[in-house]
């Protein structure tokens, strides 16, 4: 009976967060939430989106203007980097149900306080 309430308790936590999870919602996406989690998941639920998931809604070239850096950190471009140029995969920085950060502060100290 005790293993029973232990694996019930157990299921029980594990369902709670996954919604929990699934719920972590990021607002400037609330658009998409409406048509569906294959809007973005078009690779199935259990893998990240791809890249061109993500580039129905937004253009590379709109995004790596929009982090656009003069002068000494010009160089700093996530979105148009000089190791990547526009091809860093988004999955690699961005998680819209996890936080992450930015793929190149692994080896840079780069500053991106814009960074979602």
Request: charged share 25%; proline share 3%.
């Amino acid at each position: 009976m005790k293993s029973t309430v232990t694996l019930f308790a157990a299921t029980l936590a594990l369902t709670l967060s996954f919604g929990a999870a699934a719920q972590n919602k990021r607002d400037y996406h609330m658009d998409v939430y409406d048509a569906g989690c294959k809007t973005c998941h078009d690779q199935g639920m259990k893998r990240f989106p791809s890249d061109e998931a993500c580039l129905q809604c937004h253009s590379m070239d709109e995004v790596a203007k929009q982090t656009e850096r003069h002068g000494e950190v010009a160089r700093q471009n996530p979105h148009d980097s000089m190791h990547y140029g526009k091809e860093a995969p988004c999955q690699e920085c961005h998680g819209e149900h996890t936080a992450k950060k930015a793929l190149c502060q692994e080896c840079h100290n780069f500053d991106y306080p814009k960074f979602k």
